[in-house]
């Protein structure tokens, strides 16, 4: 296996990663809103009964994370992966036939179940194992896949509904994710480097067996305040990532047109693409410095968005709030793996994860009442406040772990 790369086989393993988060996510998850027009057009119900089907898979992912970690370690990432991809891709073809709302219910509870292993669980926990340098950039490079995907396939995915329906654009993608992505993962994916020989990217002998049992028991991490508080950092920062699907709309409430609403909110994308790859870069020399980053350029940009008056000031505020956006899934793991080493990562930071989810849950809900009550204004200082908590929750984390 090695002689035939002139490269560390964790590139490889990172490269599956990202092309999951680029594909599965990217398809499936970012491009989903793009089908609910045409879908409650044709059953001749409600947008929003549609769009329900995102609380199913919420619920199923919530669900799943409790154990997921688990069946990760006993089966294998390579397992899981494949298997989940191949549900996936069968799903979305099988969605080409619903007539009925509970069967895209159904559908989207067992895309959930995919989701935990093939988005929460994939790239941060996989990469970890492969790499002992270069950690946060190859996560960043990952989770950018999905901001990248979702650019790249929703225009592409709109030119297929309006050229040949939802339902023949559901089987494209259910192929495409069946016939390219599930085999790549099937013959390249390796759950650990001794699979081929090999110690992590920037291992040596001395420190191999320090780092792999260098850690704490999962037990033993369930009576820690830690373990609490971290979650709470994730549930937070989730929370805060969702105020970012009301900058369009808060946009316009400012007077400025459609068009210069969606630049705000492609700014705020943008910035999350290129924070996820500048977060990992940045952890790796400091988690200290990558938790000031996340919460310290997400607070500037909210608090330029709320304050600003011109078109520009509001662009470059999305721009570095979309940096907190990408913490979710840069600083979450990364700061989670920092205080709890490796040990039991995995299933660590499955129940953590568990946060995410619910808060996605919740969160859109909770934003859209704060906002309708008290305006845009109280919601932008409500995240600024929990930003501010989520710092001080990262660096007491900090401060306590010993690894």
């Known amino acids: 296996m090695t002689a035939k790369f002139p490269f560390h086989y964790g590139y490889i393993v990172a490269a599956c990663c990202t092309l999951v988060t680029m594909f599965n996510i990217g398809l499936v998850l970012s491009c989903a809103g793009i089908f609910f027009v045409p879908i409650s057009e044709e059953l001749k119900v409600s947008v929003g009964q549609v769009a329900m089907y995102l609380s199913f898979n919420l619920l199923a992912s919530s669900i799943m994370l409790s154990f997921s970690g688990r069946l990760m370690e006993k089966f294998g990432a390579r397992r899981m992966m494949t298997l989940s991809s191949i549900v996936m891709g069968a799903t979305l073809i099988t969605m080409s036939k619903f007539d009925a709302l509970w069967q895209f219910y159904a559908a989207g509870a067992i895309l959930g179940i995919t989701f935990t292993f093939l ?33 790249i396939f929703n225009p592409i995915c709109g030119m297929l509904i309006n050229s040949y329906g939802w339902r023949t654009t559901y089987i494209i993608l259910g192929a495409i994710i069946l016939i390219f992505v599930s085999p790549i993962l099937g013959i390249f994916l390796r759950n650990k480097p001794a699979d ?27 009576k820690m305040p830690m373990f609490y508080g971290l979650f709470m950092f994730g549930f937070l920062m989730s929370t805060v990532a969702s105020v970012f699907h009301f900058v369009p709309k808060y946009s316009a409430t400012l007077n400025f047109s459609l068009e210069d609403a969606a630049m705000v909110a492609s ?34 940009g909210l608090g330029l968005m709320f304050t600003g008056s011109g078109l520009t000031i509001l662009i470059g505020g999305g721009f570095l709030f979309g940096w907190a956006y990408a913490g979710v899934f840069v600083q979450t793991p990364l700061l989670v793996r920092a205080v709890f080493g490796n040990k039991s990562y995995s299933q660590i930071y499955s129940n953590i994860s568990i946060g995410l989810t619910i808060s996605a849950a919740i969160a859109m809900a909770a934003w859209g009442f704060l906002a309708e009550i008290g305006g845009y204004g109280a919601v932008f200082i409500v995240a600024i406040v929990l930003l501010g908590i989520c710092g001080i929750i990262g660096l007491r984390a900090l401060q306590a772990a010993k690894f």
């Open 119 to 151: 988005m929460y669980l994939s790239f941060p926990t996989i990469i970890p194992r492969w790499f002992n340098k270069k950690v946060g950039l190859m996560i960043g490079i990952a989770a950018a896949g999905s901001s990248i995907g979702g650019a």
């Open 196 to 222: 081929v020989g090999l110690r992590p990217y920037g291992e040596s002998s001395i420190s191999a067996r320090q780092n792999k049992n260098e850690g704490y028991e999962y037990r033993a991490v369930l």
């Open 267 to 300: 700014a705020a994308m943008i910035g999350s693409t290129i924070g996820k790859v500048g977060l990992g870069w940045i952890n790796d020399r400091s988690i200290k410095l990558g938790v000031l980053a996340t919460i310290g350029l997400g607070i500037f």
